[in-house]
């Protein structure tokens, strides 16, 4: 078919120098080598074609790039892309956000997070801890519970914790849930805020807090961790050990999903100050234990770098009045003495920070 076009564009032009023949000679007569094969005007093999462009996508690699028959990915090095045979190994996928051609993603490292399947996970029946005059203004109802939890020595235990429900009745679905992580109060059973009033009287901002979730809804949990007013008495408390304060709070959201019913969801989150922030971000990475809707959470001033903060905290201090200092070695004090309260005979036996 090329031959024969040739030849009848130079019978139309009417000579024999005609230019338009794309495969004719200066004769008018096309280059045959074999008969019926057709020599390329610039380069290449008789017969064979050149690619319109080469290096464009979903073209055919020229024999000297590449191997011939590969196709040329659209994009060299997008992610989900085919890897060209220079970059890696042909026919690996590019992972989506980092890495070399080729490399896979390395998988995040997670917790080993057990679920809970503790059996009737709430001890007794719940008792009040405020009265109906004494409860933020909408809060219906505050009590004591204790509940069962995974321990520090990873066998079950008892604990205690503070629920506070709201006065609104309880929306389809239920009521979402909120754990609290209270701030350090101190390592003894007296410390605990189930124990004593005190705490929350003295503590405005959380008292305002949970007054604030209570009228937008919300059940709130507020656990006083592993060692902190349990029944026996005998336990320590293991302060701002990660885990056990995340499975004093991760627990006790179980507790109260159990001891409400369907007056409450499977939602929940958790927030929590110093100790509390601590133990908020320790729920997060176990978070999976309480089996639930897990939410987010939400941290403020967590605990951290202790060692640290005492030096920053006593130089501030040395430059501060004498009354400022009067207020504020005793707290650091206490701060130091809960560090080591690992020790039977501690000084923190007898510390409550408030």
């Known amino acids: 078919m090329l031959v024969g076009s040739g030849l009848l564009l130079s019978a139309c032009n009417g000579n024999g120098n005609s230019n338009n023949s794309s495969t004719g000679s200066n004769d008018g007569k096309p280059n045959v080598e074999k008969p019926g094969e057709v020599i390329s005007p610039d380069k290449g093999k008789p017969g064979e074609v050149i690619p319109p462009d080469k290096g464009k996508p979903g073209e055919v690699i020229p024999p000297d790039e590449g191997k011939p028959g590969e196709v040329i990915p659209p994009d060299k090095g997008k992610p989900g892309e085919v890897i060209p045979p220079d970059e890696g190994k042909p026919g690996e996928v590019i992972p989506p956000d980092k890495g070399k051609p080729g490399d896979e993603k390395p998988v995040e490292e997670k917790p080993n997070v057990d679920i809970n399947n503790i059996e009737n996970p709430v001890v007794g029946t719940p008792v009040e801890y405020m009265t109906t005059t004494e409860n933020p203004q909408n809060v ?62 003295l503590d405005t901002g959380a008292f305002n807090m949970i007054d604030s979730f209570a009228q937008e809804g919300y059940v709130v949990v507020a656990p006083d961790y592993e060692g902190l007013g349990e029944p026996s008495g005998q336990e320590m408390h ?7 304060a995340a499975y004093s709070i991760t627990d006790a959201v179980v507790a109260t999903k159990n001891w409400l019913g369907n007056k409450t969801s499977n939602k929940w989150a958790v927030t929590g100050v110093s100790q509390g922030g601590h133990a908020a971000l320790g ?51 206490a701060i130091t003495i809960l560090d080591g309260s690992g020790d039977e005979k501690s000084l923190s036996k007898r510390v409550c920070l408030y």
């Open 140 to 201: 219906a109802e505050s009590v004591v519970m204790t509940y069962k939890m995974k321990g520090i020595k990873g066998t079950e235990t008892q604990a205690t914790a503070l629920v506070f429900t709201p006065k609104t009745a309880p929306p389809v679905g239920g009521w979402p849930i909120v754990a609290w992580g209270h701030g350090t109060t101190g390592v003894i059973d007296q410390c605990a805020p189930s124990k004593s009033k005190a705490m929350l009287r």
């Open 283 to 333: 729920a997060a990475e176990y978070a999976a234990r309480a089996n639930m809707d897990y939410k987010g959470a939400v941290a403020f001033a967590p605990a951290n770098n202790l060692e640290m903060i005492e030096n920053l905290t006593e130089t501030d201090l040395a430059s501060k009045t004498r009354v400022e200092q009067m207020v504020g070695y005793p707290v650091l004090d």
């Open 238 to 244: 293991p302060y701002l050990h990660l885990k056990s």
